[in-house]
């Protein structure tokens, strides 16, 4: 209020002038601040009315005390739903996007000024499927999105696939869809230390697939112990319910990583 009132009298009463005097103030606190670390902020996720597009997007700055701010957060969701209205698909698509006449880059750049900390809009994803699921995990720390294969997948399934994502952060679907530098980098782990425990040469390459196929086991979604049924994996959980069901692509993203 008092930086409006101040823009005002230094526009002497000229309310479009004040608006400019604001918006540079904003682009000259936001240099100032190009170097501080904006740890904190919140991660959002939210899904389009029809189900089938979901949208991730993770705004920073500097303090928690201004990440729970109401208005804070309030001009997060502003941005993600400007982007789910769009349909957009990268960071520089969302922040050339136009909110209340001008880009959301300059408006993030105006934040700055208003709020004086440095603000960032980091990292944006979005997820499109037959059916996608979003899930905030309590304070907006951390957030996924699920996208399944079929149409009309029960809301309860796809939350608790959602929360497994947030719970367990598996790295991929299932083992084909690990890279294979992950695959030749947990091998060659594997095998140097069963190379340490004095294991034979010969030996080595047997025992490491073993250790693969642990490391698939739990860190690929399908493959994860279903955290709310220890007996069975994911893949089992969702054929349960049907058995045509899987998980096409996921995005999980924390701030406390």
């Known amino acids: 209020m008092m930086d409006c009132k101040n823009a ?21 606190v936001a240099s100032k601040r190009a170097d501080r670390d904006a740890a ?39 941005i993600l739903d400007l982007a789910l209205e769009n349909k957009a698909t990268s960071l520089e698509a969302v922040k050339a996007l136009e ?4 880009t959301v880059e300059a408006q993030v750049t105006e934040q700055t000024g208003v709020i004086g900390e440095k603000i960032d809009l980091s990292y944006f994803n979005s997820v499109a499927a037959e059916t ?9 720390k951390l957030a996924t999105l699920v996208g399944f294969n079929k149409a009309g997948v029960d809301v309860q399934v796809a939350k608790d696939v959602a929360m497994q994502v947030a719970a367990m952060a ?8 690990v890279s294979a530098e992950v695959v ?14 004095g294991k034979p ?43 045509a069901l899987t998980v096409t692509t996921f995005d999980r993203f924390t701030l406390n990583a």
Do not use: W
Request: glycine share 6%.
């Open 40 to 78: 904190e902020g919140a991660v959002l996720a939210k899904v389009t009315a029809d189900g089938k597009f979901g949208a991730m997007v993770v705004l920073n700055c500097e303090t928690d005390f201004v990440a729970k701010n109401e208005n804070f957060v309030a001009f997060a969701e502003s």
């Open 99 to 102: 909110l209340d006449g001008r």
């Open 184 to 197: 030749a980098k947990e091998l060659e782990i594997a095998k140097e230390k069963y190379r340490q425990e």
């Open 132 to 140: 996608v699921i979003s899930y905030i995990h309590p304070g907006n």
């Open 201 to 243: 040469e010969a030996m080595l390459d047997k025992i490491a697939q073993g250790s693969l196929n642990k490391f698939f086991q739990e860190n690929t979604l399908l493959n994860q112990t279903y955290v709310k049924d220890g007996k069975i994996s994911i893949k089992e959980f969702l054929a349960q319910n049907d058995k």
């Open 8 to 28: 005002l009298n230094d526009a002497d009463g000229n309310f479009d002038r004040a608006l400019e005097i604001i918006r540079e103030k904003g682009k000259l």
């Open 170 to 177: 598996p790295i991929a679907v299932d083992k084909d869809s």
